[in-house]
């Protein structure tokens, strides 16, 4: 699976509505892969002077993130891998042959 951060929040958000924002991407999350693309909302940080809340998903696709942050119409500005388990961990030597 692969890590992925999305940035945004919507304008009027107040931080007293962090926690509901935070459980509607959880349960977004449990629809979508209920539906057969697995993806999981991990944990989010408020940044009140840029007025964003960082999202982490684990998922199988990017794919799956969009469809998720969609079910709740919320403007997010940007969606990236920021990791990817597919492959060694650097710093890791192979076995050797």
Known sequence: MTV???IGLPADAMPGGLAEIQ???ADAARRI????HPVHYVNGMYMPAQTRLLCVFTAESE???HAAVKLLRLPFVQLKAVADDQGPVPGEREPDR
């Open 23 to 25: 459980h509607s991407l």
């Open 33 to 36: 892969t209920r539906s057969g």
């Open 63 to 65: 794919e799956a993130v």
């Open 4 to 6: 992925y951060l999305s």
